[in-house]
């Protein structure tokens, strides 16, 4: 993986895998949610993919990378982008020995009058596919919303 990650509450730079590994030594309950969104601004398009270390009642910890690239618009190209920013990911993390995340959590959305719907099953059908669990709105709250902030 090419992105260097950052925490969000230093916003410095982290060895992702190493952190990872001590992170959940020291807080055995934790949940692993993944994450992508994007924003087209002018010429580029931002991607934001997070990875948030969730305690339960005791909040989460973020952890996030953004990747800029040339203006995607093609809107079916640009959302099937966010979805493989997150299976990278959890394939990255899984094959450097971290566990399997509990979500991947998608910036798409099941109502069909919004056009990110568009992407949906095929998304759904590729996560799962992949081993992982998918969750889309209004249920991906967490790592996609944390995405979508840092996007713009």
């Known amino acids: ?3 260097q990650f950052k925490s969000l509450s230093t916003r410095k730079d982290i060895d992702l895998v190493p952190y990872i590994k ?3 030594s020291k807080n055995e309950n934790t949940s692993i949610l993944i994450g992508s969104d994007s924003q087209n601004r002018k010429d580029k398009t931002t991607y934001a993919v ?3 270390l969730h305690n339960p009642g005791k909040g989460g910890h973020v ?3 953004k990747d800029i690239v040339s203006r995607i618009s ?3 190209t640009r959302l099937w982008n966010e979805v493989e920013y997150s299976i990278v990911l959890a394939e990255y993390l899984t094959s450097n020995g971290i566990r399997k995340p509990n979500f991947i959590d ?3 959305n099941p109502d069909p009058k919004y056009k990110s719907n568009q992407v949906l099953r095929s998304a759904l059908g590729y996560i799962e596919a992949m081993g992982y669990t998918p969750r889309c709105k209004p249920n991906a709250m967490v790592a996609s919303y944390v995405a979508d902030a840092l996007c713009k």
């Open 1 to 3: 993986m090419n992105l």
């Open 106 to 108: 998608i910036d798409l």
């Open 50 to 52: 997070v990875i948030v």
């Open 63 to 65: 952890l996030y990378a």
């Open 74 to 76: 093609d809107r079916f």
């Open 22 to 24: 001590d992170f959940l």
